[in-house]
């Protein structure tokens, strides 16, 4: 029944979009321009998408990754001004295509950019190093506020994902830390690893190792509900072992990243529905399912009004979190 | 103890047929990228990554590695026969390079970089392959403030022996910090020095300024003496390269010290192009004929090349097993090792013995299979200098100019190549050392975040600099390099007076 259900859909939605299909298919190689270094998970992601797309036979036109990672990804948010109306340039990021022009002056504003779809969340995680005395996420947080800016947080970049999530457990607990900001994940990875801070909020991906190995360990994981069953890790326990941070204490519900993928603002509509088609075929096809699973991230599959729905929300609440730690810069 | 078996299983997987085609391969595209200044190798294996997901990933990374070791020895070329470093790591290579193939002997100035840089590449590989399990060990001890120590050390190293003014060491410094201060801080999140240019967001690339600097300023140089590029008309045989290879023993010191540079370089990751840095530095204040450096040494050439390729290859170590790329290259093949399903750390080594062994047994085998292929192309490329000036300079342009915009494909760095060139020249000109400038350019942002991230943590203290043995050591001997040298003229300078007075 669901799969008639799925056929009639497709077929309708076939129907509907197949007049304007037939008028837009890329003339030249696409470029993918990513908002991160190269090796970076937003890079993943993005070379993900172009091995699946050609492998899978869903685009024939060859596809070109640029990395444009300059000021925190800014720098592909900008190249996307300059070429507006371009249809064959997709942007890869994550929320800090709306969030950078929050905290930092940009030449670029949303305006400049229109979302294609998001394509899965990464999730965020309170660990510790192994020996460290906290049992629970609410142990850790007592120990915070009984002697305040003693426990130090690693993060990747400054007013970014991490130090947003830091501040925003700072507010809603009431504890104080002091947070240090490194290059990337695997920096921050490390210096945990060596005792050099007392917790970071890695990705799982990023994390992965170092728990195997029993360095560090997890307290709590910043989702609604716990993470997808998984082989035991380390020490009989694996990701959906996990509590939740609500279970544990911490009254944050989510905290998600979404890996997304936008378009010039101004390119031809048909174009974005050609690219919306295209990538929903990559998020269902199972090499993607094979990429989520590796990387221990959320598959979803956001496109139009849904998209900007979860925009808005995600922007709103991270606005809410800049304003009270006095970095917007407008 | 069980290190060797393991190594001997790694070999069994890495001399396949299939493998060593792919090493072949490997080396033979990294000598192109590795030549054209700018397109570089992590540029060259990130092209190749989406190639790698069909191939099972012990595959892959022999492939990716080996283009790795291609592009470090292709660096070396431009660096000798233009002056223009092809990578990073091999800018110091120029500084004895150059003259030295000017001087007419392009044959011997490619074939010592191209035999130390092998040295260096197996001498890495061997500490490797004995001390895998203390390295990744000892690289954990590294934090901000440690790291802020290794950086220190390779600017005293570098710093505190140069022979220039030292105002002018000071000004070149000083400029090249302020360069690096360019677009987003790490630390603060708030942009710098880009007078509202939005193509300055994300800093001056070390790349255009180097290329700038180097090639363009090194042409106009020679546009002024007159046009003469001297075609040099020295023959070019093999034996030339076999004679060369004989002298090599005679700088067993010079090349044993660099291998240990760069495996300390390595292994705290503060990275080849420090490494070579620093090897140059010391290199020269070692040599009795110190003053001599810069006019086509042969120390000064393989100092700098043994350091670089055994970091570049001790490297791949914290990358295994920490998860930290200590290069642009190494993070963009951890970036590979995530999409194949292998997570680097600890447990690699313990769940993917093959994997990792198979890795390290290549090392072995496709740097010698680069050295061979390079010593192989050394006659074409010293072949290239015959060709006169009227001809080759337009192309040195066209090559600085297509190496410029490939590091970010933007039109704004064909400027700032431009800019860099008129300042090249009067660095030239005027007798202020480059080296400092680009020296400050590669290691003063991360040596400023390592600082910051330090004051962070200890609130703004000092001390932490010298909170922990391994910390002090670094700081001591930094601040040893820097004072000693001056100290040992001043008081020769005061002996020397006393007779005459």
Known sequence: ?330 | MGNFDLLMQGFGVAITPMHLLLMVAGVLMGLVVGVLPGLGAPNGVSLLIPLTFSLDPTSAIILLSSMYWGALFGGSTTSILFNIPGEPSSVATTFDGYPMARSGESTRALTLAFMSAGIGALTGVIVITLLAGWASNFALRFGAPEYFAVYFLAFAAFIGMGSAAPMKTMVALTTGLLLSTVGMDTITGSVRLTFGYSELLSGISFLVVVIGLFGIGELLSTVQEGLRFRGVASKIDLRDVLKTIGELPRYWATSLRSALIGIWMGITPGGPTAASFMSYGIARSASRKGKAFGTGRPEGIIAPETADHSAGSCAMLPMLALGVPSSATAAVMMGGLMIWGLTPGPMLFATKPDFVWGLIASMYVSNLIGVVLVLATVPMFAALLRIPFAIIGPMIVAICFVGAYTVSNSTFDLWLVLLFGMVGYLFSKLDYPIAPLVLAMVLGHKAENAFHQSMVLSDGSLAIFFANPLVSAIMVVGIALLVVPKLLAFGSRFRRRIPVE
Request: charged letters at 20%.
């Open chain 1, 1 to 330: 029944m669901t799969y008639l259900k799925t056929a009639l859909l497709a077929a309708t939605a076939i129907a509907a979009a197949a007049p304007a299909m037939a008028e837009w298919a890329p003339s030249r190689p696409i470029e993918f321009v990513v908002a991160s270094g190269a090796g970076g998970g937003t890079d993943n992601f993005a070379r993900t998408i172009q091995a699946t797309l050609n492998r899978e036979g869903i685009i024939d036109n060859s596809v070109v990754v640029l990395n444009k990672g300059g000021g925190s990804g800014a720098e592909a948010f900008l190249y996307a001004m300059q070429n507006e109306g371009d249809a064959h340039k997709l942007i890869f990021g994550t929320n800090n295509a709306y969030l950078l022009p929050h905290v930092a002056q940009m030449a670029y504003s949303m305006e400049n950019l229109d979302p294609v779809a998001a394509l899965a969340l990464d999730e965020f995680l309170i660990w510790v190093k192994a020996d460290a005395p906290y049992e629970t996420a609410a142990d850790f947080i007592e120990a915070a506020k009984a002697e305040p800016g003693s426990v130090t947080f690693g993060g990747s970049q400054s007013k970014d994902t991490d130090e947003t999530l830091v501040s925003l457990i700072e507010q809603t607990t009431g504890a104080e830390f002091k947070y240090v900001p490194f290059n990337g994940g695997g920096e921050v990875g490390v210096q945990l690893a060596g005792g050099h801070v007392d917790a970071h909020v890695n990705n799982p991906n990023e994390a992965l190792g170092q728990w195997q190995s029993g360095a560090i360990r997890p307290l709590c994981v910043f989702s609604p509900e716990r993470m997808a069953e998984s082989d035991p890790i380390h020490d009989g326990k694996g990701w959906h072992d996990i509590p939740t941070c609500q279970e544990s204490g911490v009254d944050i519900a989510s905290y998600r990243m979404p890996r997304t993928v936008w378009m010039p603002a101004g390119a031809d509509a048909e174009a974005k529905a050609f690219y919306t088609k295209a990538l929903r075929n990559v998020a269902e096809s199972d090499a993607w399912q094979e990429y989520l699973n590796k990387t221990s991230q959320t598959g979803v599959f956001l496109s139009g009004e849904e998209l900007s729905q979860f925009i808005t929300e995600n922007e709103t609440s991270a606005v809410e979190v800049f304003a009270a730690e006095g970095w917007t810069s407008q």
